[in-house]
């Protein structure tokens, strides 16, 4: 399967609407790319008091009065709770002095696009100290959350960590996060694929891999979900040092973490990154600005577009991409989105990874970037485990390179610095 898995969030767009007080009701947005009859609530938390109980009761109540369908409480990253109800149910909902605001749920989609894979090489990742690729299995000690289809729980070459990981979409936490799709297990290859001497390696060997499944087997699903996620992430803060969010769509950063636009996903990534997780994301592969696309316009996360390299090496020697690209070695790949807010190039086209049900397989994207860069701050919090979000951001910036070809299709005047993990 050689080809881009789209990175869109499809519609995604959170509307720009005041801040609720307890003069107006909430705003409620209602858009025709809406995902049924769901919504997202969130709760003031000086007017709800206790942040974790009252998301619980006031979602309850708002059950009993409205006849919502309570499908998430978020407790950790957001204070408030999804539900399916009826546009007027949402429109009584919004009066309650306790509500912030109601935005309808969006669907979102996966952005996609033992020899060491050439990606894995390019960053540096065979010269890594921490990383120690040697084929005998010494595993990097750092926790990384794959925000995504899940994981293929049983794959030989991962680390999955067994007690850890959530499953949330359609709110089935029931079922394990397992994956069906393959995007999330290629994913996971590229951050943390044992080093075992047999099938492939990835850039921090053998990190524990947490499953949250928030997409479906066709890698679609919804804000809601994604935020199920990010809460079950946040819950888990003191445990998981890295997040890689493969996914994105349509948004914008309004410098205020979704408080002034009143974007839910962006308040829930800002508060779990207070807590101290390092998020990665996908720039997206629409070859536009990134600063349209959320998660990836987020200050707060580490942004990543896809660079293509056919031989692992610098120089631009190589041949041309051959999975269905034809991308010039070491050039910015041609449908990789760029701009001020991405923080980070990485190598994102014919990437050869884990898949689904314990195979491999190669496919392109700033889907397949992002993990490099998801594995490079692993392998800096196992040696710097005190270090802050911005300051592993910081970190991987200043360590990277600028030995790409330039501009080659980068349509902007910014040269992202190449992830270079060779110090760390």
């Known amino acids: 399967m050689n080809k881009i898995i789209g990175a869109t969030l499809l519609a995604l767009v959170l509307a720009s609407a005041p801040a609720a007080s307890a003069a107006a009701p909430a705003p409620v947005t209602t858009k025709s790319d809406q995902t049924t009859d769901r919504y997202i609530v969130s709760l003031d938390t000086e007017a709800t008091g206790d942040f974790q109980a009252n998301a619980a009761t006031v979602a309850a109540e708002h059950a009993d009065a409205v006849g919502a369908k309570v499908r998430h409480v978020y407790r950790h990253a957001l204070n408030g709770y999804a539900a399916s109800m009826s546009p007027e149910a949402a429109a009584e909902v919004a009066k309650d002095p306790r509500v912030r605001s109601v935005q309808p749920d969006r669907p979102v989609h996966a952005t996609a696009a033992q020899p060491t894979p050439t990606g894995v090489a390019r960053v540096g990742t065979e010269k890594s100290p921490t990383a120690a690729i040697d084929g005998i299995d010494q595993r990097v000690n750092v926790d990384v959350a794959v925000i995504d289809t899940g994981i293929s729980l049983k794959h030989r070459d991962l680390n999955v960590y067994q007690e850890g990981g959530k499953n949330c979409w359609l709110g089935w936490d029931f079922l394990p ?78 410098g205020n973490c979704g408080k002034t636009n009143n974007d839910p996903m962006h308040e829930a990534i800002c508060n779990s990154v207070a807590r101290g997780v390092t998020y990665v994301v ?110 592993v951001k910081a970190a991987l910036q200043a360590a990277g390179s600028k030995d790409w070809i330039w501009p080659s299709q980068d349509d902007d005047n910014i040269q992202e610095p190449l992830l270079d993990v060779s110090g760390f």
């Open 282 to 391: 996908a720039a997206g592969n629409d070859n536009q600005d990134a600063a349209k696309m959320v998660p990836a316009a987020y200050d707060e996360v580490i942004t990543v577009s896809a660079l293509a390299d056919s031989d692992g090496k610098p120089g631009g020697l190589g041949k041309s991409t051959s999975c269905g690209y034809t991308d010039q070695d070491d050039t910015f790949a041609n449908f990789s989105n760029h701009g001020a807010d991405v923080d980070l190039i990485a190598p994102g086209v014919c990437i050869y990874s884990t898949w689904r049900f314990g195979g491999y397989n190669t496919i392109s994207g700033t889907s397949m970037a992002a993990p490099h860069a998801a594995g490079g701050a692993a392998l800096y919090k196992a040696t710097h485990p005190g270090a802050s979000p911005a300051q």
């Open 177 to 254: 996060p397992d994956d069906f799709h393959g995007h999330g297990t290629h994913v996971a290859g590229t951050i943390g694929a044992l080093d075992n001497s047999s099938g492939v390696v990835g850039v921090a060997p053998g990190a524990r891999l947490w499953p949250v499944r928030v997409l479906s087997p066709l890698g679609s699903g919804s804000t809601s979900e994604v935020i199920c996620g990010i809460d079950y992430v946040t819950e888990h803060a003191d445990e998981i040092e890295v997040v890689n969010m493969s996914l994105g769509g349509a948004g914008t950063d309004d």
